[in-house]
């Protein structure tokens, strides 16, 4: 079985407002953005191949002198989903599972990308996720609010990992039914499979904003150990 991982690394990154040019290019304690992620992919040793997504030229100059090998450069689309659904098509006949990972996510840690990949194996789609843990409300007409019961409310991560024929065919059913999604596990929602949560014990957040870059600069400083991973059962 090989393994590649598509590396999303074509966001626009409007919500940094001009603070950087390209936040996955961005410094981050002494190197790109985009380095974290694939030291943290090449640490692990999952991945046979690397589909590594870009948005222009100039783009792809930059990533190339951090880019793990072997590696395939894929241009983005107007939306993520246009950008995975590229990258899936480039993929040679030898990949049987396939890690979709968000490049603004760079604190993601190679033992978990490990773990992930033995529960994708077992069950054909595991994501990376961790409980949510404010009081969420919803709004209602006549500004009304509704507490949503949080107790098996899950915030999504990258990694996610699927077996290639699941993926390949959830994102070809969003295609046909013109829909929009904002992360892999809902478009594999779509043939009713059940996806497998791991549970991150670490930070892992996605940097949107310039205070962001900084707390991941203070995360990356601190390094914090927490306790080991908890698997849970698939969700139906």
């Not at 006949?93 to 604190?107: E, G, N, S």
Request: net charge positive; aromatic share 4%.
């Amino acid at each position: 079985m090989k393994t590649a991982a598509i590396l999303l690394a074509a966001g626009r990154g409007t919500r940094m407002a001009g603070a950087v040019a390209d936040k996955i290019l961005a410094p981050l304690a002494g190197r790109p953005v985009f380095a974290h992620s694939v030291a943290a992919f090449a640490a692990s040793g999952v991945a046979d191949l690397y589909v590594i997504v870009h948005r222009d030229r100039r783009q792809l100059l930059a990533l190339a002198a951090h880019a793990p090998t072997p590696a395939l450069f894929v241009r983005g689309g107007r939306e993520r989903q246009d950008s995975v659904a590229a990258a899936l098509a480039a993929l040679p006949p030898d990949i049987t599972h396939v890690f979709i990972h968000d490049c603004a996510r760079p604190l993601v840690r190679p033992e978990l990308l490990r773990a992930l990949l033995a529960l994708a194996r077992r069950t054909r789609a595991a994501v990376l996720a961790h409980r949510v843990t404010d009081t969420i409300k919803e709004t209602r007409s006549g500004g009304t609010l509704r507490t949503v019961p949080r107790e098996n409310l899950w915030a999504m991560e990258t990694p996610q990992v699927f077996s290639r024929d699941h993926i390949t065919r959830a994102y070809a059913r969003v295609a046909a039914k013109k829909l929009r999604v904002t992360d892999d596990a809902q478009a594999v929602e779509t043939l009713g499979h059940p996806i497998a949560l791991l549970e991150n014990p670490h930070p892992n957040p996605k940097l949107t904003t310039p205070t962001d870059l900084a707390w991941g600069e203070f995360l990356l400083a601190s390094n914090a150990t927490p306790r080991p991973p908890i698997r849970r059962k698939p969700r139906a």
